[in-house]
C-alpha cells in the first residue's frame, strides 16, 4: 500500500533528505513562526486528555470550542503515516533535498562536498525548468535562493561543472544508479524470490526486466547512445554514451561502445535479476554481432531486422523476412530447429542471417493493418503473438528523448558541441528525470488506487481485459464506452513535471516514491483506463 506523503517528503526506503549544509547556505527566513495557533495547540492538549475518558468537551462550551476539540481529537485519530514510505520534514527545500540524495548515494572517495553541491545545483535548476541552457538554468536556480550568489555567478558554476570529469556520465551514473537500482526494482526482487520458491524449473527463463537501447543525436554534431529500462509506456535511463557525430569512428569502437554500455548495465542490475534480462532494440540493432554480444551476457533478445534479412527453413531454402507477410494482415511464426523440426511444420526456422554464417534465432513477423510496413523481430523467446507486446514497450525510449528535447527541456537549445560537455549535462538530465518519475509515480499510485476504489463502488462486477488484435493499443476498444479518465492524459513523466512546477515558490521537494511498483503493467494511459472501467488484467 502507498502512503501519500506530504510536501516536501522524500521516500527513498525509510531515509530522509535532510537540509544540505556547506558553503552554499540556506537563505535566512528570519524567525521561526509556529504553524498552528495556540488555541489549536490547546484544543489537541484537551484532546489527548479527553481520549481516556469520554471523548468530548466539558458541559456549556461554546461552538467554536466544540469545533476545534473535534478538529484536534480527528487529527489524533488519524496519525501522520510512518515507515518507510513516510518521513519528514515537510519544508526541505530542492536543492536540501537533491544535495542529501547525491550525498547518500555517491561514494565519498572521489566525490566530495564540492563535486555534490555542483551536481545538486544543476539538477534542482532542471527540476523546476523547461529548459537547460545554463541562462535559463542560472536564472531558475536563482530562484530557488540556494545561496546570495548572483544569476551571472551562478552560471558561471554551471559552467564549471560541465567542465568537471568527474560528472561524466561514464563515471556519476553508475555510482549514483548501482545504489538506487535495488530500492526502484524492490518490487521486481520480491517478485523474483517468490517465483525461485514456487516456480521451480520455470523460474530460470521468467523474465524479470526489460532493457531498451536506442541512439540519437544532438543537432547533428554529437552522437548519444542510451540504456534504460521499459516502465509503464516510458523508459527509466540509465547510463548515456556520447561521441562526436560527424567523425568518423575507427573499426569497431561502435561495437566496443554498444558492449561497455550494456556491461555496465549488467553489473549494475542486482545479482538475482542478471539472468532475466530481455534486450529491445530497434533495427539498428538487428545485427549478427549484436546476437552474439547478447549470448556472452546471458540475455534474451527481441530485436527488429530489416526486411532483406534471409531466414532458413526446415527444406532448406533461404527468404528474406519480407516476403514472409505478404500483405497487411499477415503473421507468421517460425520457431527454431537445429536438427531441422518436424517435416510437417513448414515454419521451422533453421538459422537467420546468411552472410554471417547463420545465428540461431526464432522469428516473428507481423503487418498489422493500416501499417505502412511489418514488424520484424528476432527473438529468443517462444514465438507467440505476446512477443508484438512486449516490443512495443521500445516506444518508452523514443518519449523519454522526446521528454529530453522538444517535449520537455529543450536539450538541442543548449547548442553543446563538445560530447564530453553534452555528456555532463546528460548526467543532470538523468537524474532530473528520475526524481520527475519519482513524484509522477506516487501521484500516479494515489490516483489508481481512487480510479479502483470508483470502480468497486458500482455494482456491476468487473470485467475481464481480452487479447486486442494489433496495433497494441489497449485503449482503442474502450474509447467505444466513452472519453478516458483524466488521470489517463498526462503520463507519469508530465505528472512529476506538473508537481514539481506547483511547489510553492520553488522552495519546497514535492513527495515521491522511489519502490517503483508495477514493472509489468502496460502503459500508466491504458492502466487508469482498465481501473476506471473496473476491468481486471
Same mark, same amino acid.
Given at each position: ?67 476545534v476539540c473535534a478538529q484536534a481529537a480527528a487529527s489524533l485519530a488519524a496519525p501522520r503515516p510512518r515507515g518507510p514510505e513516510c518521513v519528514g520534514p515537510e ?58 550568489a548572483t544569476a551571472e555567478s551562478i552560471e558561471r558554476r554551471l559552467r564549471r561543472a560541465l567542465h568537471d570529469d568527474r560528472l561524466d556520465p561514464t563515471r ?144 532448406g531454402t533461404t527468404r528474406p523476412l519480407r516476403s514472409l507477410v505478404p500483405g497487411p494482415g499477415a503473421t507468421w511464426f517460425g520457431r527454431f530447429d537445429p ?12 538459422? @537467420?542471417?546468411? *552472410?554471417?554464417?547463420?545465428? +540461431?534465432?526464432? $522469428?516473428?513477423? %507481423?503487418? /498489422?493493418?493500416? =501499417? !505502412? ?56 538530465? @538523468?537524474?532530473? *528525470?528520475?526524481?520527475?518519475? +519519482?513524484?509522477? $509515480?506516487?501521484? %500516479?499510485? /494515489?490516483?489508481? =488506487? !481512487? ?87
Amino acid at each position: 500500500m502507498v502512503r501519500v506523503a506530504g510536501p516536501g517528503t522524500t521516500v527513498v526506503c525509510g531515509i530522509c533528505a535532510g537540509p544540505a549544509g556547506g558553503s552554499l547556505s540556506r537563505p535566512s527566513r528570519g524567525p521561526r513562526v509556529s504553524r498552528r495557533p495556540r488555541t489549536m495547540r490547546r484544543a489537541r492538549a484537551c484532546a489527548a486528555r479527553l481520549a481516556s475518558s469520554a471523548g468530548a468537551p466539558r458541559p456549556g462550551a461554546s461552538r467554536r470550542q466544540r469545533r476545534v476539540c473535534a478538529q484536534a481529537a480527528a487529527s489524533l485519530a488519524a496519525p501522520r503515516p510512518r515507515g518507510p514510505e513516510c518521513v519528514g520534514p515537510e519544508d526541505v527545500p530542492t536543492y536540501a533535498s537533491v544535495y542529501a540524495w547525491l550525498r547518500r548515494h555517491l561514494p565519498g572517495r572521489g566525490y566530495a562536498k564540492p563535486v555534490c553541491k555542483r551536481l545538486a545545483v544543476l539538477v534542482s535548476g532542471l527540476l523546476v525548468k523547461r529548459d537547460c541552457t545554463l541562462g535559463a538554468l542560472a536564472a531558475a536556480v536563482d530562484g530557488l535562493a540556494v545561496s546570495g550568489a548572483t544569476a551571472e555567478s551562478i552560471e558561471r558554476r554551471l559552467r564549471r561543472a560541465l567542465h568537471d570529469d568527474r560528472l561524466d556520465p561514464t563515471r556519476a551514473l553508475p555510482a549514483l544508479i548501482g545504489a538506487l537500482l535495488p530500492t526502484l526494482l524492490a518490487e521486481v526482487l520480491e517478485r523474483h524470490a517468490a517465483s525461485a520458491r514456487h516456480a521451480g524449473r520455470r523460474h530460470a527463463g521468467r523474465l524479470l526486466v526489460r532493457v531498451v537501447v536506442d541512439d540519437t543525436s544532438h543537432t547533428d554534431r554529437v552522437h548519444v547512445l542510451v540504456a534504460g529500462l521499459a516502465y509503464r509506456g516510458l523508459v527509466v535511463p540509465l547510463l548515456v554514451r556520447t561521441w562526436a557525430q560527424n567523425e568518423p569512428l575507427p573499426a569497431g569502437q561502435y561495437r566496443t561502445e554498444l558492449h561497455g554500455l550494456l556491461a555496465d548495465v549488467q553489473a549494475l542490475l542486482p545479482p538475482a535479476l542478471r539472468e532475466h534480462v530481455l534486450l529491445v532494440a530497434d533495427r539498428a540493432f538487428g545485427v549478427p554481432w549484436m546476437l552474439d554480444l547478447l549470448a556472452v551476457l546471458g540475455w534474451h533478445w527481441l530485436l527488429r531486422v530489416q526486411g532483406q534479412t534471409r531466414v532458413r527453413l526446415r527444406d532448406g531454402t533461404t527468404r528474406p523476412l519480407r516476403s514472409l507477410v505478404p500483405g497487411p494482415g499477415a503473421t507468421w511464426f517460425g520457431r527454431f530447429d537445429p536438427r531441422g523440426g518436424d517435416p510437417a511444420d513448414p515454419a521451422a526456422v533453421t538459422g @537467420v542471417f546468411k *552472410t554471417a554464417g547463420w545465428r +540461431a534465432s526464432q $522469428v516473428v513477423a %507481423a503487418w /498489422t493493418p493500416g =501499417a !505502412d510496413e511489418p514488424w520484424l523481430l528476432l527473438t529468443s523467446l517462444n514465438p507467440t503473438p505476446a512477443c508484438l507486446r512486449e516490443y512495443a514497450r521500445r516506444w518508452g525510449i523514443e518519449r523519454l528523448v522526446l521528454c529530453w528535447k522538444s517535449h520537455g527541456w529543450d536539450l538541442e537549445a543548449s547548442r553543446l558541441p563538445d560530447p564530453a560537455r553534452l555528456g555532463r549535462l546528460l548526467t543532470g538530465l @538523468v537524474l532530473a *528525470t528520475l526524481w520527475r518519475l +519519482a513524484a509522477g $509515480v506516487l501521484d %500516479a499510485a /494515489t490516483r489508481l =488506487a !481512487d480510479l479502483r476504489r470508483r470502480a468497486t463502488a458500482h455494482a456491476r462486477p468487473p470485467r475481464a481485459v481480452r487479447q486486442l488484435p494489433l496495433p497494441i493499443d489497449a485503449d482503442r476498444p474502450l474509447r467505444r464506452d466513452g472519453a478516458r479518465p483524466h488521470a489517463a492524459k498526462r503520463s507519469l513523466f508530465t505528472r512529476g513535471t506538473d508537481l514539481w512546477e506547483a511547489i510553492a515558490g520553488k522552495r519546497d521537494t514535492p513527495p515521491v516514491l522511489w519502490q517503483f511498483p508495477d514493472w509489468d503493467a502496460p502503459t500508466w494511459a491504458t492502466q487508469a483506463r482498465h481501473a476506471y472501467r473496473g476491468l481486471t488484467p
